[in-house]
């Protein structure tokens, strides 16, 4: 018999952004995170670098605010970044409570470093694990609660709504998820769900991204009547380590922040000709530059180089990128490091507001899957973490809030498979995932024109049916939910791509070179949408 589960809060994903709303909420509420693999398996695992906030005397509120307005190319909502900062010092003093074990200098103080367009150290770390200190430390919080059950092995198929039950109203009951052990698909009902499922770097060829970072979210959402934002700002991280076997290592930018510089293959330095500010240009135009050089020489990979920082310096403060550099016969303190740009951050996303809501009432996001205004056309380094921990914990506030209102959810039916079949084509899947991912890289990466992106529209347009089809007649799998998922996004990236007539931010495009006067949100709204509640 299919499993059926109710909880008071589903929770889809379990990084920071999921596992900070579970944390904070009532622990009279039965709440329940989901993830596909294990709880701390997520992108911010990965997290090297840090996380952004007004933490020195020597900084202030309105310098963090002006730097990721400067940043976001015109995009940001200033409101969105406003409210960020400002909540900014009390988020990292909840994770110091929570026993995450920053970085400390010699005097016993916090460490700061210093990342790209940032004009203050603001950045507090873990030396270069700050993403693993985190997640296995809420991950161990979240475990210690009687009130919260982790569940891994699950992948969310799709969000349940009212509307999908024809039932009146604009509300979100829950999910369903497949348990990939016995590939079955349960049902999960609750009266608040939360998606916290990050990115969609994955659409990618090459990423800093776990392979879990499929964009389900934003695509269920989509699915589900919410409206996206601004998807044609991928951001790409300048500096992924450039080796065969060296699967998705990032080289965190506090590697320049910290003095490192980024050279040809001669050895010399170039970036002082594309920015004033070299090495420590915000990532888009960082980015670009290692790209305008590649294809200038028909380079794979440029370096970054450290080693003229002392061998005792640069253990300490990179002690993760030492050791795995080693694993490859890199020795950073002698030798430079190949890199290559990759796929890192979604900046756009579902639409959200202050309080975390979507577009469908008692459904919340929070996290890279999330459009708040934030990022703008350009995410500033390490405020994504800050922005899952920001507005996780306001999400738990409004859930708090509300619960007493909310009734319990409505029968559903259980997943149908009675109409599917196993399937005997996985090639189809496995074929149809290196194409998506080999056009998009090709057709919709780091600069672009619009012949690329009709040829990737309409490649996705014949994926997508594709894909459609076998949904529809095969057995789920974990692999044709995530396949599904990319398709979706993708197609919501190029869309956004094509109407965007304009160079800002992340996307680049050899057509329209300058930027139009007035900066504008690009905004998809699916046919089924509805407005905030209020």
Known sequence: MPQSHEYDVLIIGSGAAGLTVALNLPEHLNVCVVSKADISSGATLWAQGGIAAVLDDNDSLENHIQDTLSAGGGLCHEDAVRFTVEHGKESINWLIESGVDFTRDEHAQYHLTREGGHSHRRIIHAADATGHAVSTTLASQAQSRTNITLISGRVAVDLITNRKLSLPGNRCVGAYVLNVEDNHVELVRARFTVIATGGASKAYRYTTNPDGASGDGIAMAWRAGCRVS??????????????????????????????????????????????????????????????????RLGADHLYLDISHKPADFIKHHFPTIYEKC???????????????????????GIVSDERARTDINQLYVVGEAAFTGLHGANRMASNSLLECLVYGRAAAEDIARREAHIPPPPPVPDWDESQVRDSDEDVVISHNWDELRHFMWDYVGIVRTTKRLQRAKHRVDLLSREIGEFYSNYRVTNDLLELRNLVTVSDLIICSALQRKESRGLHYTLDYPGLLNEPRDTLLVPTTYRTLSP
């Open 326 to 348: 080693l694993e490859f016969g890199i020795d950073i303190t002698t030798q430079p490091i190949p890199v290559v740009p990759a796929a890192h951050y979604t900046c756009g």
């Open 230 to 295: 601004n998807m044609e700002f991928n951001q790409f991280h300048p500096t992924c380590l450039y080796h065969p076997h060296a699967k998705s290592f990032l080289i965190t930018e506090a590697v320049r922040g910290e003095g490192g510089v980024l050279k040809l293959p001669d050895g010399s330095r170039f970036m002082d000709r594309f920015d004033k500010r070299g090495e420590l240009a915000p990532r888009d135009i960082v980015a670009r530059a290692i790209d305008h050089e590649m294809k």
